[in-house]
Each structure stands twice: as structure tokens, then as C-alpha cells.
């Protein structure tokens, strides 16, 4: 499980390596007493004159004046947390919301030494911490924030990072070739995704989902021997943990993706299928393999065919780690079978469904051919340099510049809702002549087949700022 086992990021060799009211008083008075005058005694055979009645006198006294409620005192941290954020260079919106977790985590990373140079960029990934709110038991979270160090060293051949949940360090490996130098904040931030991850809180993590129940393994051992054989198993999948991270990564920090290339989209497909929320559950969640598992289950997989989905996509993500499996599920298979449970049998005609599935094959990739779809696939892929130039030009038609793509094609990754499609790129900066390097990310509109907007995050300025 994520928990307790270490992460490799990214292999250069695969890669080229380079975000109270107190109540008004009640009125009061004084009653005046009634006064009587004293009778004389009546003599027998003698009629009494009549007596006045006795008159009731009062005392008038001013009504006092209703005490004024108190003002609400207003909550210091909006402000105190917007301020400090600018400091570092964020913004209210990037707190979403969240004032009071951002001072915490001010506190935890100022007050944390073995951050070194990095401190700083730590910063950048609060927008995710206030995304994961929900499942963060502060108390937990900061106490690792206030231990996490990292540490540069000589890593295996082809591993840029690597975080280590036992003793919550990131290593940052110190033999990177110049020319990939500006990888290195992607690096940075992928292995800061695990680290979020893996320590949101410690609670006992659900492996089993059965009958719509999830299940960690000593609420499963209660359970008679039937029902535990009828429970599906869901350990931690590959996927979402190394997929999620650069998943994570491209959404809230790089603009695009530069590994786990298929994983990655596979959450941008479930994204698209069923929106942020999901994907925010899947992720930060300690039940991710129980979330996974529900949304197969759900779509009407059996056990066998989840098992054999999650193998497949296991292997997709590490194939080092895991033998290809005995029944191999396209990946498009999967992204379209929940589709159909999901939204209906749309897909066909769904532009930016069916980009997902283009970018899962690449430019001229074969892959799609083990796809049960292959044929419709067929029709839609890059299945020649042609093709994929002709949709270049019209992503690019607009653009000032001209970029110089790493990876092919832009891979698709969900922001605010819109679909976007980003790429590491090198480029020139019209204005200044500078030779850039970072990533290009593009708002297309499939339907019109038009550039909606663009933006670009030059890297090497990043690494002076925060590494230099």
C-alpha cells in the first residue's frame, strides 16, 4: 500500500528529463403602594358618611435604554492569510477559501529547517492542501509537513525523484543533464504530490468494497467466510498513485505532462466522466483502490473483469513492477465502458471524450488495435505524421510563435472545469528574441476547431527563482 512503500518518479531514459448576540434587558418599574385613611368606629343607630374610595398613586420612572448588541468581532485570518500568501506569491484565489489551513501551513513550512532552497517553492503547493481539505486530518498533515526534508543525491540511472513515506524524504537526484535542468520543478512538485497523498491523515485505509460497503482488513475478518470471499480486494492502485501525482501535477503546477503518459490520461478521462469531485476523492482518499474498484463495480464489471482491468493499468504505469496480464483491457475500453454507465452512449460524437482516447495511442501507436473499438478508433486516431500535422496547425495556427514540442501530442488535463492540452516546449519569445523552455498549455474548442486562449510557464526562470 501507498503507505509504506517508495515511489520513483520519473526515468530520464523514458522521459528525456530534463497551484453572540446577548438579549435586550427587560423593561422594569416600581408599583406605588395602595394607601387606605382609617375610619372611625360606626356608633349603633348611627349611619356612616360614605368614604372616597382609596386613590392608587405611581410612581413614574424612566424607561432605561435597550443595551446595544456588541458587532461580531470579524474573523483576523482572510486577512492576515491574503497578505502572507502575496508575500509568496499567491493569490486570495489560490487559498480557495481555505485562510486559516494556509496560516497552518505557513507556520509548519517556516518553521521547518531541513526545507532548505526548497522552502520557498513549497509554497506552490497549497492550492492542492486546500483541495484536499476534505480528507486532511490537520493534525497529522502538519505535524509530517513540519518533518518532511529533502535531500540531493545520486540516484539509481534514470530517476530524477523519489519520495519515501517511512522517513518523509524527497530525493532530488543531482545528475541531470543541463539540457533537462529545467525539468526540475515538475520533478519537485510530482514527488510533493506523493507526499500529500500518502499523509492526509492515518487513518486505516479501506482495501475491500463488498455490497457497496468498504471494507479495511479487520472490519473484513468480522465478517463470515462467504461474505470474505465475495469481497472484492482493491490494494492501492498504480495508477492513481504515480498517474495522480503527474495527473495532479499538470492540473494544479506544470501545464502539462511529461510522464506516466497513459495513467495520466486514463484520470483524464475519469475526470471528464465523472467530474472533480470524483477524481479529487480518488486521489486523496486513503480508499482510493475501494473508489476505483465502485466505479468498475458500478459500471457492471465483475470481479474477474476488475481484477483484470487493474492489472492491465498497473502494468501501463510500471510495467518494470508488473508482468503484462493474462486478459489485457484496452484502456480505451475501459474509459468508454464507464462512459456508457455513466452518460449514455454518446462517446461517439463526444470531440473532447474522443481526444482522451486519441492521446492514449499517440502519434502512429498501434495500441488501439487491442481495443475492442478498434475500428471506430481506426477512424479517429494520428495514425500518420499527416494527420497529427494538419491538427497541429490548427492548434497552432493562432499562436505568435512557434513551439517546439517535447512530447507528442499534447496530452489532455482538466482545470476549472475546460478541457486543456498542454506540452513541454521550447520556444522564442517574439518580443524579447529569448529562447524559452517550459510548457505550453492551449484552450481549444474542438467543436470550432479555434484556439479559445493559451498560456505558457517558462521553467528555466522558474528554477533561477526558486533553485538558482
Not at 497529522?140 to 513515506?165: H, K, P
Not at 471524450?353 to 475500428?375: M, P, Q, T, W
Request: proline fraction near 6%.
Amino acid at each position: 500500500m501507498k503507505r509504506i512503500i517508495v515511489f520513483l518518479l520519473i526515468s530520464l531514459m523514458l522521459l528525456s528529463m530534463a497551484s453572540a448576540c446577548s438579549p435586550k434587558p427587560a423593561d422594569s418599574g416600581t408599583d406605588a403602594t395602595n394607601t387606605q385613611t382609617a375610619q372611625p368606629e360606626e356608633t349603633p343607630g348611627q349611619t356612616a358618611e360614605p368614604t372616597e374610595e382609596p386613590t392608587e398613586t405611581r410612581t413614574e420612572e424612566p424607561t432605561p435604554e435597550p443595551t446595544a448588541t456588541p458587532a461580531p468581532t470579524e474573523d483576523p485570518s482572510p486577512a492576515m492569510a491574503i497578505a502572507l500568501a502575496a508575500e509568496h506569491g499567491l493569490t486570495e484565489e489560490d487559498l480557495h477559501g481555505e485562510y486559516a489551513l494556509f496560516l497552518r501551513f505557513s507556520k509548519a513550512v517556516e518553521g521547518n529547517s531541513a526545507l532548505g532552497k526548497y522552502k520557498e517553492f513549497m509554497y506552490l503547493i497549497f492550492p492542492v492542501v486546500a483541495d484536499a481539505s476534505p480528507y486532511i486530518d490537520p493534525d497529522c498533515f502538519f505535524d509530517t509537513l513540519a518533518s518532511l526534508r529533502f535531500n540531493e543525491c545520486v540516484l539509481d540511472t534514470g530517476i530524477a525523484g523519489m519520495y519515501t513515506a517511512g522517513v518523509n524524504v524527497v530525493d532530488i537526484s543531482t545528475e541531470i543533464d543541463s539540457y533537462d535542468s529545467y525539468h526540475v520543478p515538475e520533478v519537485v512538485f510530482h514527488e510533493l504530490m506523493h507526499f500529500v497523498d500518502f499523509n492526509v491523515n492515518n487513518e486505516i485505509p479501506a482495501i475491500y468494497v463488498l455490497n457497496g460497503r468498504r471494507l479495511n482488513t479487520f472490519e473484513l475478518e468480522e465478517l463470515p467466510e462467504e461474505e470474505r470471499e465475495q469481497a472484492v480486494a482493491c490494494y492501492e492502485p498504480d495508477v492513481v498513485t504515480e498517474g495522480g501525482a503527474e495527473y495532479f501535477t499538470a492540473k494544479y503546477f506544470a501545464g502539462a505532462e511529461r510522464a506516466y503518459f497513459i495513467p495520466s490520461q486514463f484520470l483524464a478521462g475519469v475526470e471528464y466522466i465523472f467530474g472533480e469531485e470524483k477524481i479529487k476523492e480518488l486521489f486523496f482518499s486513503r480508499d482510493s483502490g475501494a473508489v476505483l474498484a465502485e466505479l468498475f463495480l458500478e459500471a457492471g464489471y465483475s470481479k474477474e473483469k476488475f481484477y483484470n482491468a487493474n492489472q492491465t493499468l498497473s502494468f501501463l504505469t510500471n510495467s518494470a513492477s508488473h508482468g503484462e496480464p493474462s486478459v489485457y483491457i484496452a484502456p480505451e475500453d475501459m474509459l468508454i465502458d464507464l462512459y456508457e454507465s455513466k452518460l449514455g452512449g454518446g462517446w461517439k460524437t463526444d470531440e473532447g471524450f474522443l481526444y482522451i482516447l486519441k492521446a492514449l495511442n499517440g502519434v502512429c501507436g498501434e495500441e488501439y488495435r487491442r481495443s475492442e473499438h478498434a475500428d471506430f478508433l481506426r477512424s479517429i486516431e494520428f495514425r500518420t505524421w499527416a494527420q497529427y500535422d494538419a491538427f497541429k496547425e490548427k492548434l497552432f495556427v493562432e499562436l505568435p510563435f512557434q513551439p517546439d514540442l517535447r512530447y507528442l501530442p499534447p496530452t489532455p488535463f482538466i482545470r476549472g472545469g475546460r478541457l486543456l492540452l498542454g506540452a513541454f516546449a521550447e520556444w522564442t519569445d517574439p518580443e524579447t528574441q529569448e529562447h524559452i523552455r517550459g510548457t505550453l498549455t492551449v484552450d481549444y474548442d474542438f467543436g470550432s476547431e479555434t484556439m479559445l486562449g493559451y498560456e505558457t510557464a517558462d521553467f528555466d526562470a522558474m528554477m533561477n527563482r526558486y533553485f538558482g
